[in-house]
């Protein structure tokens, strides 16, 4: 997906989560519910997460400058550790809602149309929170993934919601309204933590799984014909853009030209299958070898 692209995402997502909190407040204010109004609170920070996101999507298209050789990708790693830390703040505001409604609880005024306002939002937000993950994973996004795996949390919490906030008017217990919020906060704490650690991890160049790593020592031996091996492999990723560095032996008396060949047709094979990525090759003659390098496929 072109930069412009992953805008557009930001927009809708910005738009999808300014309609669900409409329906959330009016939720609220038709039913009184204090579980009704934390789910409310926490829509309110998809909005602001959502606003976050698209800055982060228009810093992140930014080509490479003087200032920033490598290009602004970072940027959205930033968006989703901000995302990860307003989650975490909603559900303390949740649990201060929660606490207040355990010591002063209130009848519900209209519980059952609260109910059905607030499964129309959760419903838009499985939508467009599925939507978000899978254009994140493809693009390999970190703010549209985080933005998309708050929204999908924001979806649990509703499932939750429903559940208990239609069980208050049948069983008459008006304390199962504050305990519904805290279970809320405790859950939208729990996706917060988990955010913000893997958007730390990212600014923090974490390497990838074992899987795309294996992914690279593959292709690398498999196109690396006429070398003899390929060691010190190290692999990172800033939003949609790999960085790939090794080293790569080659018999000593081979010429710089051949040897620039086989460079070229490594880095072509890389790209296809990792798609956009920045690859420092660092030749070396075969005395240079090591146990535990790559060895080439003949």
């Not at 209130?106 to 929170?129: H, I, M, Q, S």
């Not at 499932?159 to 504050?178: C, F, H, K, N």
Request: hydrophobic share 50%.
């Amino acid at each position: 997906m072109r930069p412009d692209g992953k805008l557009r995402l930001g927009w809708w997502s910005l738009a999808v989560s300014l309609l669900v909190l409409g329906l959330k407040y009016l939720a609220w204010r038709v039913s009184g519910s204090a579980a009704l109004l934390s789910d409310a609170i926490e829509t309110i920070i998809n909005v602001a997460a959502a606003i976050g996101a698209l800055w982060a999507l228009t810093v992140a298209s930014r080509p490479p400058d003087e200032n920033h050789n490598y290009g602004h990708e970072k940027a959205e790693y930033l968006s989703a550790v901000m995302e990860g830390v307003l989650v975490i703040l909603t559900a303390l505001g949740i649990a201060v809602v929660a606490w207040q409604d355990w010591w002063t609880p209130t009848p519900l005024l209209a519980p059952w149309r609260g109910v059905a306002l607030n499964a129309l939002g959760g419903l838009v937000n499985l939508g467009w929170g599925l939507a978000l993950v899978r254009a994140g994973r493809q693009r390999r996004s970190p703010a549209l993934t985080a933005n998309g795996r708050h929204v999908i949390s924001d979806v649990w919490t509703t499932v939750a919601l429903v559940i208990g906030v239609s069980l208050i008017p049948i069983t008459g217990y008006l304390r199962l309204d504050a305990i519904i919020s805290g279970l809320v906060a405790v859950n939208v704490l729990r996706v917060g933590f988990e955010m913000t650690r893997r958007s730390i991890a990212g600014l923090m160049d974490e390497a990838p799984g074992s899987e795309m790593m294996q992914a690279a020592r593959t292709v690398i031996s498999e196109t690396a014909e006429g070398a003899l091996e390929a060691h010190d492999l190290r692999f990172r990723s800033a939003g949609s853009i790999s960085f790939i560095d090794f080293h790569l032996v080659v018999p000593g008396e081979m010429r710089v030209q051949d040897a620039h060949v086989i460079c070229d047709r490594i880095e072509h094979a890389l790209r296809r299958h990792f798609g956009r990525a920045v690859i420092h090759i660092h030749v070396e003659p075969e005395d240079k070898a090591k146990q535990t390098g790559v060895p080439v496929v003949p």
